[in-house]
């Protein structure tokens, strides 16, 4: 018997050479949308990270006067005043 049983309108069926290099193209393809989104997919990732630990009670806020270093910087709200993330390493 044959190994091509099914019905096949309007084409040979693909073999297993032409599947492998269909996949391999697929493959490639979504490689390069990979490589090409890389930057702005991870700044758009950092960003939302960054508006969930605001929303989530880590409130730095930037242009914020920190009490320790009188400096305008980002700050987070620590018993009421605000310190910057150099500080708060310091301390
Ligand atoms: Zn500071």
């Known amino acids: 018997m044959s190994a091509y049983l099914h019905h096949h309108p309007g084409g040979?069926?693909?073999?297993?050479?032409?599947?492998?290099?269909?996949?391999n193209d697929i493959r490639a393809?979504?490689?390069?949308?990979r490589t090409l989104a890389t930057d702005p997919k991870a700044r758009a990732i950092s960003t939302a990270a960054h508006d969930l630990a605001i929303a989530a009670g880590d409130r730095t806020t930037r242009g914020q006067l920190?009490?320790?270093?009188?400096?305008?910087?980002?700050c987070t709200r620590i018993a009421g005043r605000w310190e910057?993330?150099?500080c708060r390493h310091i301390t």
């Open 29 to 33: 393809a979504h490689t390069a949308q």
């Open 84 to 86: 910057c993330a150099d």
């Open 12 to 23: 040979a069926p693909l073999s297993a050479e032409t599947q492998a290099q269909r996949d």
């Open 66 to 74: 920190c009490w320790l270093c009188e400096q305008r910087r980002a």
